[in-house]
């Protein structure tokens, strides 16, 4: 299924505690991308990254934060100032000369109470 | 930016049935449109895209028209079956060279046995 992969599956945390998602991919892609999806809303971008250790805010990125060390490696930190992180986070990548494709990673569901 | 609008939100259709999934964009330099198909509690799967130098593109019972004048395109599924059901979504991008997508916020297709 495309070689992109998020850990964990399911991820329960307590309110006021930051909590990282991983996603790693093996497709050689240059960019990669952190959605978040709620009900009726659609894609939401967070963040994306082009290169390595380069990022932009996407669309909703107030209360994450993220790191590209590595261009297998593209992992979200949901901190505590994000105020309704309940939610289910898409990674994706794709190319970024001349073809678009999203490929994205089984989704990790977190559940902050 | 891009805007993307995608109707209807939810659509019902009998087995057998043609279903059509409507979307709009607001940036005539788009020049990529990409469909996605997401199960539940699945991940976001490519199903066919189309680019701005055609008008048309079939891949078996999924069809995709793309009208660059109105800047519209629609999404085009012949004889459903039950495992049609899922949310689709539609995208744009390409507009000014970037690559990141907009997306649509979802149909929901059911298609009753």
């Known amino acids: 299924d495309g070689g992109i992969t998020q850990s964990p599956k399911y991820l329960f945390r307590k309110e006021g505690q930051n909590v990282t998602l991983s996603c790693e991919q093996n497709?050689?892609?240059?960019?990669m991308y952190w959605y978040r999806q709620d009900p009726g809303q659609g894609l939401r971008l967070i963040y994306y990254?082009?290169?390595?250790?380069?990022?932009q805010k996407g669309d909703i990125a107030e209360g994450y934060s993220v790191s590209r060390e590595k261009k297998e490696s593209f992992p979200l930190t949901v901190t505590s100032a994000q105020k309704n992180p309940t939610a289910f986070y898409l990674c994706?990548?794709?190319?970024?000369?001349?073809?678009?494709?999203?490929?994205f990673g089984p989704g990790t569901r977190l559940t902050v109470t | 930016g891009e805007n993307v609008e995608q109707h209807p939100s939810t659509l019902s259709v009998q087995e057998g049935d043609s279903a059509v999934i409507k979307c709009t964009y607001s940036?005539?330099?788009?020049?990529?449109f990409p469909w996605y198909k997401q199960e539940l509690g699945k991940r976001p799967q490519l199903i066919i895209d189309?680019?701005?130098?055609?008008g048309e593109k079939k891949d078996q019972r999924i069809a995709v028209t793309l009208n660059k004048t109105a800047k519209h395109f629609s999404l085009h599924i012949t004889e459903t079956q039950p495992e049609d059901s899922a949310v689709y979504f539609c995208?744009?991008?390409?507009?000014?060279?970037?690559?990141?997508?907009?997306f649509g916020r979802g149909t929901s297709l059911i298609v009753h046995p």
């Open positions: 940036d005539s330099a788009s020049n990529y």
């Open positions: 990254s082009q290169i390595v250790n380069d990022f």
């Open positions: 189309i680019r701005s130098n055609v």
């Open positions: 995208a744009a991008s390409g507009a000014g060279g970037s690559y990141i997508p907009t």
């Open positions: 497709l050689n892609h240059d960019a």
């Open positions: 994706a990548s794709s190319f970024n000369r001349g073809r678009y494709e999203q490929y």
